[in-house]
């Protein structure tokens, strides 16, 4: 079975501050990580997604996020935070079947200018 | 190329009712994936529909109920409202045999009154 954690429901940055988003992850599989956005009142949009390979892993709009299997952790970063990246962020785990994805609760970024 | 579309965006039922929500995969998907995501949490997987069948069902009643049609467009169906249905439904489409990441369609906002 999988499931995901994310720690902290809200965070809170500067605009152009470091952006941390906490995602630890528990699967009983070799895991497939995704981390998703939602703006408000649309659906999900991928961010990045690691299956294989290279652990740190880049994707849409400057963000990034590393598999580190020691510590069942897929954290999101970015390193300046822009006004635009205000939403909920969503981490989710799927077995090698990639049938059920398993989601986080959510963490709300709030950017203040 | 068009993404996933669902239809209705708004849809307000009384407790009893039946519902039935509408989904067309991005172009060249053929599996659809159902979700239910209550205000402030992260998505629940409900089912997941390949080759017209139910492929994997999540832990909902049996008051919820699918259909994939031949062009991979899927139907959700839920029965005897609730007013805990209250939630955004998202489709979900992905690439065949439905691993890796899964496109989302900007859902069905359901209000059951």
């Known amino acids: 079975a999988q499931s995901v954690t994310q720690l902290g429901s809200h965070v809170s940055v500067s605009e152009g501050a470091l952006v941390l988003l906490r995602c630890n992850y528990s699967?009983?599989?070799?895991?497939?990580l995704f981390w998703y956005v939602q703006y408000p009142n649309q659906g999900l949009q991928l961010l990045l997604k690691y299956t294989t390979g290279a652990t740190l892993v880049k994707g849409i709009n400057g963000f990034e996020a590393e598999f580190k299997k020691s510590e069942t952790s897929f954290h999101l970063t970015k390193p300046s935070a822009h006004m635009s990246d205000a939403a909920e962020y969503f981490c989710?785990?799927?077995?090698?079947?990639?049938?059920?994805?398993?989601f986080g609760t959510g963490t709300s970024l709030t950017v203040i200018p | 190329d068009a993404g996933v579309t669902q239809s209705p965006t708004h849809l307000i039922k009384t407790r009893g009712q039946q519902v039935t929500l509408r989904c067309s995969p991005k172009?060249?998907?053929?599996?659809v994936s159902w979700y239910q995501q209550a205000l402030g949490q992260g998505p629940q997987f409900i089912f997941q529909?390949?080759?017209?069948?139910?492929?994997q069902r999540g832990n909902f009643p049996d008051r919820f109920s699918g259909h994939q049609f031949p062009n991979y467009s899927s139907e959700l169906n839920v029965n005897a409202l609730l007013l805990g249905d209250s939630a955004l439904y998202l489709c979900?489409?992905?690439?065949?045999?439905?691993?890796?990441?899964?496109?989302f369609g900007p859902g069905t906002r359901l209000t059951v009154t």
């Open positions: 699967s009983s599989v070799p895991p497939y």
């Open positions: 979900a489409s992905s690439l065949p045999g439905g691993r890796y990441e899964q496109y």
């Open positions: 529909y390949y080759e017209e069948e139910e492929r």
């Open positions: 172009s060249g998907h053929d599996t």
């Open positions: 989710a785990v799927t077995g090698n079947t990639g049938n059920q994805f398993y």
